[in-house]
């Protein structure tokens, strides 16, 4: 197994923050201004996500 870049370490921390704070939004559906907030957090957790999974791929190719 190859070592963790730093770009990608980066981008799964991030990644699973966003999707734990995702996540506890969810959990508190009395606050239903945020519904918005929740998607885009959402969304962007999991392109993140995705592009995490393409570098390890990308990577693997080589």
């Known amino acids: 197994m190859k070592h963790i870049t730093p770009l990608r370490l980066v981008i799964a921390l991030v990644a699973i923050f966003l999707l734990g704070r995702t996540i506890e ?28 999974i393409y570098l390890v791929i990308k990577e693997r190719r080589k």
């Open 25 to 52: 939004l969810f959990d508190n559906p009395a606050e239903p201004q945020f519904a918005g907030f929740q998607m885009l957090l959402a969304l962007v957790a999991a392109v993140l996500f995705g592009l995490y």
